[in-house]
C-alpha cells in the first residue's frame, strides 16, 4: 500500500535522541557496542516504543518512510535494527553520507531530496522532511519540513504533527 507520499527523516538528533555519529567517534561500524547503548541513544525504552507506535501508524497509512544522513548507513542500519524499529526502513530507502545518492549531490540534503521526489514524481505538499538541522530545513524549499527543536531528538509533540500531516 502506498500512498504516494513520503517522511524523509535526518537520522543524528532526529529519531535518536543522541548523536551517535559522534558518540562513536565517527566509528563506520558498530556492531561491538552494547544494546544498551543504543537503547541509552534512542532515549530509552519508552521513546523507543513512541518511535515505534509513531512509524507504524505512518506505514499503515501507506506513508514511505526515509532516512537521509550525514552519518553512515551501515551504522543507521545497525542502530534502528538494535532497538526494534529496523522493520519501518528498507534498506534502500536509508541513504547515509556514503549512499550513491549522497554521493552524487556532494552531501547536501536538498538536492537529494529533489533527486528523491523527481524519481517518485512527487509535488511539494507530498513529501515532509524532518530535521534538527536549521541550516538543512531553510534550504529545503522543495517539500514541506519540520524543525525538530530539541537536541534530544523528535519530541512527542512533534511526532504527533508529522503525523497529522497525513
Ligand atoms: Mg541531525
Not at 534498506?91 to 517518485?120: P, W, Y
Amino acid at each position: 500500500m502506498k500512498s504516494g507520499e513520503m517522511v524523509i527523516y535526518d537520522f543524528d538528533q532526529t529519531i535518536p535522541s543522541s548523536h551517535i555519529f559522534e558518540a562513536t567517534g565517527g566509528a563506520a561500524e558498530v556492531e561491538g557496542f552494547e544494546d544498551v547503548f543504543f537503547e541509552d541513544a534512542f532515549g530509552g525504552e519508552d521513546r523507543i516504543l513512541q518511535l515505534w507506535a509513531h512509524f507504524n501508524r505512518l506505514n499503515q497509512r501507506g506513508v514511505e518512510l526515509l532516512i537521509l544522513s550525514n552519518g553512515w548507513s551501515a551504522v543507521i542500519k545497525e542502530s534502528l535494527d538494535r532497538v526494534g524499529l529496523s522493520e519501518f526502513f528498507a534498506n534502500e530507502n536509508i541513504f547515509g553520507n556514503d549512499s550513491e545518492l549522497m554521493a552524487q549531490n556532494c552531501g547536501v540534503k536538498q538536492h537529494a531530496i529533489l533527486e528523491l521526489m523527481r524519481d517518485r514524481n512527487l509535488q511539494f505538499e507530498q513529501v515532509l522532511f524532518v530535521d534538527d538541522d536549521w541550516m538543512n530545513i531553510v534550504q529545503c524549499k522543495e517539500c514541506r519540513t519540520l524543525h525538530v527543536e530539541s537536541e534530544a531528538g523528535i519530541s512527542e509533540k512533534e511526532l504527533k504533527a508529522i503525523e497529522a500531516a497525513f
